[in-house]
């Protein structure tokens, strides 16, 4: 008999700050189609509270400058 497979979104690798969220970060960028860089800016703004502070949201700001460096880049 075959038991179950538990969920990877149950399985959190490293603390509890997505799991203990109504919405985890990683469902609403994937059923959004969010792109990486956006995608990580998300991640970062909602964990910082629960895991690394104002680091986290340091990670958060480094993304959206390269964003905005990439599309920057792409103006004709």
Same mark, same amino acid.
């Given at each position: 008999?075959?038991?179950? !497979?538990?969920? $990877?979104?149950? &399985?959190?690798?490293? =603390?509890?700050?997505?799991? @203990?969220? $109504?919405?985890?970060?990683?469902?609403?960028?994937?059923?959004? =189609?969010?792109?990486?860089?956006?995608? &990580?800016?998300?991640?970062?703004?909602? *964990?910082? !509270?629960? +895991?690394? =502070?104002?680091?986290?949201? *340091? +990670?958060? *700001?480094?993304?959206? @400058?390269?964003?905005? @460096?990439?599309?920057?880049? *792409?103006?004709?």
């Amino acid at each position: 008999m075959s038991h179950p !497979r538990q969920s $990877a979104l149950d &399985c959190q690798i490293g =603390g509890s700050h997505y799991r @203990d969220m $109504a919405i985890q970060p990683f469902e609403f960028i994937h059923a959004n =189609g969010i792109p990486f860089a956006e995608g &990580c800016i998300i991640k970062y703004v909602s *964990r910082w !509270r629960a +895991k690394n =502070g104002v680091e986290d949201l *340091r +990670k958060a *700001r480094h993304f959206l @400058d390269m964003l905005i @460096d990439a599309e920057e880049a *792409r103006k004709p």
